[in-house]
Each structure stands twice: as C-alpha cells, then as structure tokens.
C-alpha cells in the first residue's frame, strides 16, 4: 500500500527564522510526483511545492524548497524566513505518474510566532 | 488554473437529514474529486465525479450514502444522506490543473459539516 507518513503534528518557528517539515512515503512505483500544500485558516488549499520523482534537482520556488531523497523515500519541506502568513496547515501529498490519485499525510500544523 | 466555489461554506444539520454541497468551477474539467476531511485527520478521496458517467467510489464509500451528480463540464453536486455525527467533517472539491495528466489539485474552500 501507498503511505505518507508526517511525523510532526505540530511544529512552531520564530518569524524570520528557517524550519523543515518532513516526510516520507512508501511505494513501489518508480514514476511519481510529491507535493507539499498549505491549509490556512480559511481553509482553502493550495500548492506550496511540487517535485517530479524524475528529477534529481530539488525544487524551490522563493522561500521554500525541498529535500527529496528518492531512495530514502523522504521529502522535506524547508521554509527560510519564516512569515506570520505561513501560518497554516501543511500536507505532502504523493500521486503516481499517470494517474489521478493523491495520497495526503496527516499534516503538520506549523505556526509562526512573532 | 481553475476557481472552485463551494456552497453551503458551513452547516449545523439534524442527524437522520440530508444535505447536498454544490462545486462550481470556473473552467470545463473532466474529473472533479470529493474529498473529506475529518477533525485533525487528513483528505481522504470519496469519489471521482465524471461528467457523462456514473461517479467513481472510493474504498468505504457508496452511492447510497454520498450520491453525486455531475450534469456538466464546470459543475457538481455531493449529497450526504441520512447523517450521522460521524459525518461531521470538512468536504472539499477538488479538480486537476486543466491539460495535465497529473499536476496541481486545486481546491474549493470547503464545506464544514456539524450533525448533531
């Protein structure tokens, strides 16, 4: 069975300061993608990062980037100067090339303090 | 990218009724997702709604119980039949970024059930 496992419920971090959130996944399918989304308050999903199982280099996009290690099945989440708005809900999320299915973690709820 | 409206945005509902969530998108989709998310837990897929064709049910989920419609490319509807507190949850619709096979869901800001 496909998992996604986000050790951290919960996780706090000084504004303007750098925090990861992990993840690790199980599967046997070598073509997938992950992704990291946020849940705000408002409660509207969106996408943080996304990464092609394919590719080697990390993807980042602004402040935040991840550290994906295929054969460690791990795919963390850095934010560097933490924001009062990154204050949310975060869920990584793993779907299999060519399919339509999503798999999400527990989530970590990650709170910004001033 | 693609704009999802979601309408009740909340409700307190009697245990025993039924209440029917509506999604609304602002481009045509071919699949639009329903997905719950309980208290503290994550998003778990109930179905896949197909326009066309009778709507996809996950493992655990049946039609009896969350009927969906889907009468065309841009909007459907999710029914929780006779409820239950254990039906109180967040319900989103979720759709796929439009020309990919698989790429961002993109998400409406959710229904938040309450049944007493």
């Known amino acids: 069975a496909q998992t996604v496992t986000q050790s951290q419920p919960e996780m706090s971090v000084q504004e303007a300061e750098t925090v990861t959130l992990s993840c690790t996944y199980d599967?046997?399918?070598?073509?997938?993608?992950l992704f990291w989304y946020k849940q705000p308050p408002s409660r509207q999903m969106i996408l943080v990062i996304r990464?092609?199982?394919?590719?080697?280099q990390n993807a980042t996009e602004n402040r935040f980037s991840v550290n994906f290690q295929k054969a460690a099945k791990s795919f963390s989440l850095k934010i560097s100067d933490s924001q009062l708005g990154d204050t949310a809900m975060y869920f990584c999320?793993?779907?299999?090339?060519?399919?339509?299915?999503?798999?999400f973690g527990t989530g970590t709820r990650l709170k910004v303090l001033a | 990218s693609a704009v999802i409206s979601q309408k009740p945005s909340r409700d307190i509902c009697q245990r025993g009724t039924s209440l029917t969530i509506q999604c609304q998108v602002d481009?045509?989709?071919?699949?639009m997702f329903w997905y719950r998310q309980q208290p503290g837990q994550s998003l778990t897929l109930i179905a896949t709604?197909?326009?066309?064709?009778?709507?996809?049910?996950e493992s655990g989920f049946v039609i009896d119980k969350f009927p969906i419609s889907r009468p065309n490319l841009t909007f459907s509807t999710l029914t929780v039949s006779n409820m239950s507190p254990e039906d109180s949850s967040i319900y989103l619709c979720?759709?796929?970024?439009?020309?990919?096979?698989?790429?961002?869901?993109?998400f409406g800001e959710g229904s938040r059930l309450t049944v007493l």
């Open positions: 709604a197909n326009q066309g064709s009778e709507a996809t049910y």
């Open positions: 990464q092609e199982a394919y590719k080697q």
């Open positions: 599967t046997s399918e070598n073509n997938y993608y």
């Open positions: 979720s759709v796929k970024s439009p020309g990919q096979v698989t790429g961002e869901l993109f």
């Open positions: 481009s045509q989709v071919t699949m």
């Open positions: 999320a793993f779907s299999p090339s060519e399919t339509y299915k999503y798999i």
